[in-house]
């Protein structure tokens, strides 16, 4: 069975400094990747995704993933946060749960806190 | 597009009492679900749809009931209420066909519902 692990529950960081939220996960067969983002009292939003092809996928607002098949590992990266970028990310693995390829398995969030 | 919409945006309800939380898309999506949403414990699948007429559980389906008599919509159904059952509700759509695969799934804003 699929599962998410996300290793930090909360990530606070300065203005303009780097993040990373890391995310790993179990599979047994080939997974879909996704990242979503969560801001307060609204619905979850996709970030960015891997499908296949390159390893390393890029969002329109600067946060980057690279998919590690040997370390099963999907981190996020941004190399300067702002101040909007405070919210809670969801790493998602597409599960074959029940037998549906659509069903997404999340981790349990990071919450991401960007501080002045 | 609308996108994912869903009724109530809040709603309270005594123990016992039964209600129905409303879900509609209008991007033609086949594949339909509902989560819940607990502090720090991520999203749990619920139920989901993979066409009309076609339901099935997910991870927590106890306490819930839902149909699909059209694309469009997947009403979520509270029979008794439970104060266990106090929680965010999240609806959400993707589409999938053999050669596409299913991807990414599109979120609505969610239902906050307090049980007491």
């Known amino acids: 069975a699929q599962s998410v692990t996300q290793l930090d529950s909360q990530v606070p960081v300065f203005e303009e400094a780097p993040v990373e939220l890391r995310c790993n996960y179990s599979s047994s067969v080939s997974v879909y990747l996704f990242w979503y983002v969560q801001y307060p009292n609204q619905g979850l939003q996709l970030l960015l995704k891997y499908l296949s092809g390159s390893t390393l996928v890029e969002s329109i607002n600067g946060f980057e993933a690279e998919f590690n098949k040997s370390q099963t590992s999907f981190h996020l990266r941004k190399p300067s946060v702002h101040i909007s970028d405070t919210a809670e990310y969801f790493c998602?693995?597409?599960?074959?749960?029940?037998?549906?390829?659509?069903?997404?398995?999340f981790g349990k969030g990071t919450k991401l806190s960007v501080k002045p | 597009n609308a996108g994912v919409t869903q009724t109530p945006k809040f709603r309270i309800l005594k123990i016992g009492q039964s209600m129905t939380l409303q879900c509609a898309q209008d991007m033609n999506h086949n594949y339909m679900y509902w989560y819940r949403q607990d502090p720090g414990m991520g999203l749990k699948l619920i139920y989901y749809s993979v066409g009309a007429g076609i339901t099935d559980k997910g991870e927590v389906p106890n306490g819930y009931n839902v149909s699909r008599s059209t694309t469009e919509d997947f009403p979520l159904r509270l029979e008794l209420a439970a104060p266990s059952q106090t929680s965010v509700y999240f609806c959400?759509?993707?589409?999938?066909?053999?050669?596409?695969?299913?991807?990414?799934?599109?979120f609505g804003p969610g239902t906050r519902l307090t049980v007491t």
């Open positions: 998602a693995v597409s599960g074959d749960y029940g037998g549906s390829q659509g069903n997404l398995i």
């Open positions: 959400a759509s993707s589409y999938s066909n053999r050669l596409a695969g299913t991807y990414e799934q599109y």
